[in-house]
């Protein structure tokens, strides 16, 4: 039979303890399965994967590495789900990316100021400090240097330049 792919590992000349090490070493290459829970058996040529995965994804995972990426035929599954196995992550990646985000530039030790959601206004606005800000109840509140805006506002368009919805009714 005619082969359609290109064989790269050569499985066909491989002793039963090579295809083993082969097919354990692509297994652990691989991120989405824990190999370390994976057992490979290999007897004339027939691969045999058992041990413990938390989701029939991964069960599919594994054995589609065997078979499609290393082009294995025989290959027998006996891998079990099991619930407990299932990997949690300790906290959702939302928060993850919060709690780094707000731990980012500290050295070692340091402990980041918790900021009460409440006093974000008062947060220090760095850019407001060195370059000004175009809001002018900023500017007061935090005593920055106001830039006038570069266009007008609606509330500043006079005569031929506002339109009458923009000018309002006292005009």
Do not use: C, Y
């Not at 030790?109 to 809001?135: C, K, S």
Request: charged share 35%.
């Amino acid at each position: 039979m005619a082969r359609d792919f290109e064989d790269l590992h050569d499985i066909d000349d491989l002793s039963d303890d090579e295809l083993r090490d082969l097919v354990r070493d692509w297994l652990a290459q691989n991120e989405t399965i824990d190999a370390d829970d994976l057992v490979v058996r290999v007897e004339d040529g027939v691969v045999t994967l058992s041990g413990r995965v938390g989701t029939e994804a991964e069960q599919r995972i594994a054995e589609r590495l065997v078979t499609d990426s290393l082009g294995i035929t025989n290959v027998e599954n006996e891998i079990v789900v099991d619930a407990l196995r299932r990997a949690e992550s300790p906290e959702p990646i939302d928060q993850h990316l919060v709690e780094e985000e707000v731990h980012s530039g500290l050295l070692l030790g340091d402990r980041a100021e918790p900021q009460d959601p409440e006093a974000e206004h008062l947060a220090e606005d760095i850019d407001a400090a060195l370059f000004g800000t175009v809001d002018i109840h900023k500017s007061t509140e935090r005593g920055a240097s106001w830039n006038a805006p570069m266009t007008p506002t609606p509330e500043g368009l006079s005569g031929t330049d506002a339109s009458p919805a923009e000018m309002g009714e006292d005009h």
